[in-house]
């Protein structure tokens, strides 16, 4: 069975820091790791995956991710925050393409100026 | 492309009801997924279907169903609401190696 763990229901930044997003998951066989946003009333949007090709996966926004096997890691990073950024982040794995996503539980990203 | 679209976008309903709920995927796409998300369970797989099939199933229990037609257009029904049914129901579809989100159907049931 596949998980995933975030660590951190909530993650706060101020503008032009550093933005961290842990995830961590557990699956049985190679995954595919995704990293999906949600602003407030609005449904998911794919920020970037990794579907074993590059180790270091860039998205849209700024936002990056590494994955690392050894460490079942794909933390999200984006070198300087911005207030736009503020919204909640979901890590999410699947063990083929389109198959069944498996969500970890979020992590609010708060951005103060 | 148009995206995923999912009517309604509101919906409130009385336990003991019933509702369906509709998704237009992607034009191309064969496999639309069904979530449900609510705060204290987050992101929870309910169904999804592909060439009109019932691929996977999540833990749901029998009231929850769903189909999809011939155009890929899927509908979910949940049958005998109960209060812990209100939630924000969103609908995936597939292309290879991504799904594509739809806003979601807010379901309120009192």
């Known amino acids: 069975a596949q998980s995933v763990t975030q660590l951190g229901s909530h993650v706060s930044v101020s503008e032009g820091a550093l933005v961290l997003l842990r995830c961590n998951y557990s699956?049985?066989?190679?995954?595919?790791l995704f990293w999906y946003v949600q602003y407030p009333n609005q449904g998911l949007q794919l920020l970037l995956k990794?579907?074993?090709?590059?180790?270091l996966v860039k998205g849209i926004n700024g936002f990056e991710a590494e994955f690392k096997k050894s460490e079942t890691s794909f933390h999200l990073t984006k070198p300087s925050a911005h207030m736009s950024d503020a919204a909640e982040y979901f890590c999410?794995?699947?063990?083929?393409?389109?198959?069944?996503?498996?969500f970890g539980k979020g992590t609010m990203l708060l951005v103060s100026p | 492309k148009a995206g995923v679209t999912q009517t309604p976008r509101y919906l409130i309903k009385t336990r003991g009801q019933q509702v369906t709920l509709s998704c237009s995927p992607i034009?191309?796409?064969?496999?639309v997924s069904w979530y449900q998300q609510t705060p204290g369970q987050g992101l929870q797989f309910l169904f999804e279907?592909?060439?009109?099939?019932?691929?996977n199933k999540g833990n749901f229990p029998g009231r929850f169903s769903g189909r999809q037609f011939s155009n890929s257009r899927s509908e979910m029904n949940v049958s005998t609401l109960e209060l812990g049914d209100s939630a924000l129901y969103l609908c995936?579809?597939?292309?290879?190696?991504?799904?594509?989100f739809g806003p979601g159907t807010r379901l309120t049931v009192t």
């Open positions: 995936a579809s597939g292309d290879t190696y991504e799904q594509y």
């Open positions: 699956s049985s066989v190679p995954p595919y």
């Open positions: 990794y579907t074993s090709a590059a180790t």
């Open positions: 999410a794995v699947s063990d083929s393409g389109y198959s069944t996503l498996t």
């Open positions: 034009s191309g796409h064969r496999s």
């Open positions: 279907y592909f060439s009109e099939t019932q691929r």
